[in-house]
């Protein structure tokens, strides 16, 4: 115990009062409410899949995953937890990621039409069925900011399906039951901007992983065969870091 703990609370107030007024409230409010604009993004990819608008949807879609990517740096930088204890930030995070991770591909997966039917419902069925069970899992981030087992992060494995991988109906159902599969193998998967180790590759592959997507969508229906050989080497990479970062450091 230091002397700070020693000294009575009511002395502390002010300053606390002071630190969490008024101005910082409204600056925590301002960054709940940017993490919510996710939704939006993903509402507006919802319209673009319905009105067979793909390319549109796939852009909404990175758009949601940028917010959520840098929502977090915003939510440290003005202390946000601090500030407003009350409002459950985590769980805004996970309701507007299960919509854009998991149920938003899932309903693209369906209506592109990619797997054969019945295999497609199949398909659909398995992203928002695995989704569900491992947002129930005890510990599904370690406390060492390590995803344990593959992520919910339907969104670019249907998208890479769709505007990069030209492969038949088969293999794409076949990808699909992997990465459910996936799910539940104890791999230590790394956030990119959270990994300890090797984490300036990571943040160059994933620039690399993202700006390759943005083109095959862009000249989309006919990416070059570089961008498929490009999405395979990061699924090798972030593949061999999991099975480093779990049984070989």
């Known amino acids: 115990m230091t002397s700070r703990d020693l000294i009575p609370s009511p002395y502390l107030s002010p300053m606390n ?3 969490n ?3 910082a409230k409204i600056l925590a409010w301002g960054v709940h409410l940017f993490t919510a604009t996710g939704l939006l993004a993903g509402f507006l990819a919802i319209i673009a899949i319905r009105d067979h608008e793909w390319q549109w949807a796939a852009f909404w ?3 949601a995953l940028l917010i959520d990517g840098i929502d977090g740096t915003f939510a ?3 202390r946000v937890k601090e500030v407003l204890p009350h409002v459950d930030g985590k769980m805004i995070d996970y309701v507007i990621d299960f919509a854009n991770y998991a149920i938003i591909p899932a309903f693209f997966l369906y209506e592109i039409n990619l797997i054969s039917s019945p295999w497609n419902e199949i398909g ?3 992203i928002l069925l695995v989704s569900a069970m491992y947002y129930g899992l005890d510990g599904m981030v370690s406390e060492d900011k390590y995803f344990i087992g593959f ?3 339907w969104n670019m494995v249907v998208l890479y399906q769709v505007f990069v991988l030209d492969v038949p109906s088969p293999v794409h159902f076949a990808l699909i039951l992997f990465f459910g599969i996936l799910h539940f193998v104890p791999l230590k998967f790394a956030y990119p901007s959270q ?3 090797a984490k300036v590759p990571t943040l160059i592959v994933t620039g690399l992983f993202t700006a390759n997507l943005l083109y095959a969508i862009i000249v989309y ?3 070059p065969l570089w961008c498929s050989l490009l999405a395979i080497g990061t699924v090798l990479y972030y593949g061999g870091l999991a099975v480093y970062d779990t049984y070989l450091r």
């Open 61 to 63: 879609l990175i758009a």
């Open 124 to 126: 659909a069925a398995i």
């Open 151 to 153: 992520p919910v992060m």
């Open 17 to 19: 009062q002071k630190e």
């Open 21 to 23: 007024g008024p101005l």
């Open 195 to 197: 990994n300890h180790f």
């Open 221 to 223: 229906p006919n990416p």
């Open 76 to 78: 440290r930088r003005f």
